[in-house]
């Protein structure tokens, strides 16, 4: 019984039908991170980095938040396997918060799986999410969110016109290895940095951060 609860797809739930791998490859290129504004209103998105794909006018972008870790382990889920307590339960955003989303880095796409980057994907197939487990696989290579976060056609457009977020590439070293509670502001630095022109000793000028 559980695992048949878990087992609805985040995709079917945003109203799309799973993408046939070869689909989602040719999608990479919408794949980016979403840095929040300093300023962002949305309590939901607040400081929040978030990766998000099919990204493009008259797409439904779809994602998950990647540094809001919860405080729960798998194992409180999937109390049968030993293994699961290894890994963290983390808030991948506010739609569909009873469903089980996971990113897993890696050379084999899993079932049901979108393409974000190379060697980078999506994924809510519980099976081979168990398979994981049971492998097992590192946390370094599989994060797993309760829910996730979407927009309607041109939403996200309108929301990064009016200066809620920053885009950065996907960087899937940066999402697996930094730290969370520090990964928002040193991603938005990235993201906001300008190069000005300072004074240098000679009484030239030399290119600087502000």
């Known amino acids: 019984m559980l695992r048949l609860c878990l087992a609805t797809l985040i995709l079917l739930c945003a109203g799309l039908e799973p993408l046939p791998l070869s689909a989602a490859e040719e999608g990479d290129e919408r794949s980016v991170l979403l840095i929040a504004s300093e300023d962002m209103a949305d309590p939901r998105f607040r400081q929040s980095v978030v990766l998000v794909t099919r990204h493009g006018r008259g797409n439904s972008p779809l994602g998950v938040i990647v540094n809001r870790p919860l405080k729960a382990g798998l194992d409180r889920i999937f109390p049968e396997l030993k293994q699961a307590g290894q890994h ?44 994981l487990l049971e492998a097992p696989t590192p946390a370094t290579r599989l994060r797993v969110f309760r829910g996730f976060a979407g927009w309607a056609p041109y939403q996200l457009e309108s929301e990064i016109d009016r200066g809620d977020w920053h885009l950065l590439p996907v960087d899937a070293d940066v999402l697996f290895n930094e730290a969370p509670d520090g990964m928002w502001l040193k991603l938005w630095r990235r993201a906001t940095q300008v190069m000005v022109r300072a004074p240098s000793p000679d009484g030239g000028s030399t290119l600087a951060q502000r």
């Open 88 to 131: 963290r339960l983390h808030y991948g955003g506010p739609v569909a918060p009873g469903d089980i989303v996971f990113m897993l880095r890696g050379e084999t796409a899993p079932e049901a799986s979108i393409t974000v980057a190379k060697g980078l994907f999506l994924s809510s197939d519980i099976e081979s999410l168990l398979r």
